[in-house]
């Protein structure tokens, strides 16, 4: 029931997600603009959404600068 019965209840679904800050809003003091983050939507199933809105007590962190990224070929 949660993802639909004939077809995905969201067309784009998935639980993770890794990008950057590109907004937020006045009272965040967790987070800045340009913050890489990573995380998950656990309750709604959209975290592959091209634009994603969470709260700062979501459950999402900040990618420490010492890790290293893979290129795809």
């Known amino acids: 029931m949660v993802l639909g019965i004939t077809k995905p209840r969201n067309s784009i679904i998935g639980v993770e997600l890794a990008e950057e800050i590109e907004a937020i809003g006045k009272n965040v003091k967790l987070f800045k603009n340009g913050d ?38």
């Open 36 to 73: 890489r983050v990573f995380g998950a939507t656990i309750k709604n199933f959209v975290a592959y959404n091209e634009d994603k809105c969470l709260a700062e007590d979501a459950p999402i962190a900040i990618i420490p600068t010492n890790t290293f990224s893979v290129a795809s070929s």
